[in-house]
């Protein structure tokens, strides 16, 4: 069966000016209803220029202990890397469709790895407004260079380049939240799997919608991953809920944007926050990010690490396989 893509979608409704009618949100969701237009809180900013200093490790801690969200600058990954990712990436969704589908999910693949659009719609019947690619990009042993473009021809050699500094900067960002529990530098890294730990790339592509108001690009929710670290294009659309209210999340162009995940939050026993976060689309322009999920392998078990935990501080979270959380999560079962 033909994917129905929601890029050549845009193209269609580009015309019309109307979106079908699976993308339109219940008003509880929809984004011009329930966006705060008051003062926006900026999230928060860290300079990684020194990551040994007290300040920086601080203000690490505290914006992932209040909010699970911030963005960090001179963070060691060339500007001009990020730029010929981005670069990359676009001409791969500029393409025609039959050299994207020659990279999409197969249809009876478990995995996520491909190009692909979410078929399944939410518990209220909607579809997300956004395309896009997954691929593992370390550690080798996890990548598959079936799903990675063959064109442009740059694709894999910038992925790989950026593998490696997206590596370096978890760790360091890792290395300062484990000793913030009062822990060994390596902890929570050793609790998503150590060197087994995996770093799925995505990009999404939010393709202009004549309906911004009405529809979402990724819909509300908390990632899965330990962390994530994204890039987005020029285009604004993160949008974070704090204090009971969306907000734009307003970020510095150069900046990654760093989310805790679910998987940091359970194994720090809640000290750090899963943020909760969804996308906004543009009338005309197109949206892209790339967020990296750093993730846990499908085996391990991961639940509130040991030293944090005792008497007088039990278990917040029951211990699970990161497969079966990610299952239990996806399809709604309880997770205690
Ligand atoms: O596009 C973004 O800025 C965020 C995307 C996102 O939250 C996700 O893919 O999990
Ligand atoms: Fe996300």
Redesign the pocket.
């Known amino acids: 069966m033909e994917v129905e893509r929601v890029q050549d979608i845009s193209s269609s409704s580009l015309l019309t000016e109307a979106i079908p009618l699976e993308f339109i949100r219940s008003e509880k969701e929809q984004p011009a209803i329930t966006t705060f237009r008051g003062p926006t809180p900026a999230i928060p900013v860290v300079d990684l220029s020194d990551p040994d200093e007290e300040s920086v490790r601080r203000a690490v801690v505290k914006a992932s202990e209040e909010w699970g969200l911030f963005q960090v600058v001179n963070h060691g990954i060339p500007t001009e890397l990020i730029r010929r990712l981005q670069d990359v990436g676009r001409k791969f969704f500029e393409l025609p469709s039959s050299e994207k589908e020659s990279v999409a999910k197969p249809e009876d693949s478990k995995d996520i790895e491909g190009y692909g659009t979410k078929l399944q719609k939410d518990p209220e019947g909607k579809k997300a407004w956004v395309d896009?690619l997954f691929h593992r990009i370390w550690p080798p042993s996890c990548v598959n260079y079936r799903f990675w473009p063959k064109n442009p021809p740059e694709y894999r050699e910038v992925n790989e380049e950026y593998a490696m500094h997206v590596k370096k900067l978890s760790e360091t960002l890792l290395g300062i939240l484990s000793e913030g529990l009062g822990l060994k530098r390596e902890a929570l890294q050793e609790g998503l799997g150590g060197e087994m730990a995996e770093y799925m790339m995505?990009i999404?592509y939010?393709p202009p919608c004549p309906r911004p108001d009405l529809a979402l690009?990724?819909p509300a929710?908390t990632?899965l991953s330990g962390i994530?670290l994204?890039v987005?294009n020029e285009v604004p659309?993160?949008q974070v809920f704090k204090d009971d209210h969306w907000f734009d999340a307003e970020y510095i162009p150069s900046a990654v944007?760093v989310?805790i995940g679910d998987q940091i939050l359970r194994l720090s026993n809640g000290r750090y926050k899963n943020v909760l976060?969804?996308?906004t689309v543009d009338k005309e322009k197109t949206?892209m990010?790339w967020?990296v999920f750093l993730e846990p392998p499908r085996e391990k078990i991961v639940g509130p690490l040991p030293e944090l935990t005792g008497d007088d501080n039990p278990p917040k979270f029951k211990p699970f396989a990161f497969k079966d959380y990610s299952y239990r999560k996806l399809n709604k079962l309880p997770l205690d």
Do not use: A, E, M, Q
């Open positions: 896009h995505k999404n939010y690009g990724v929710h990632d994530t994204l987005p659309g993160l944007i989310h976060h969804r996308t949206r990010s967020p």
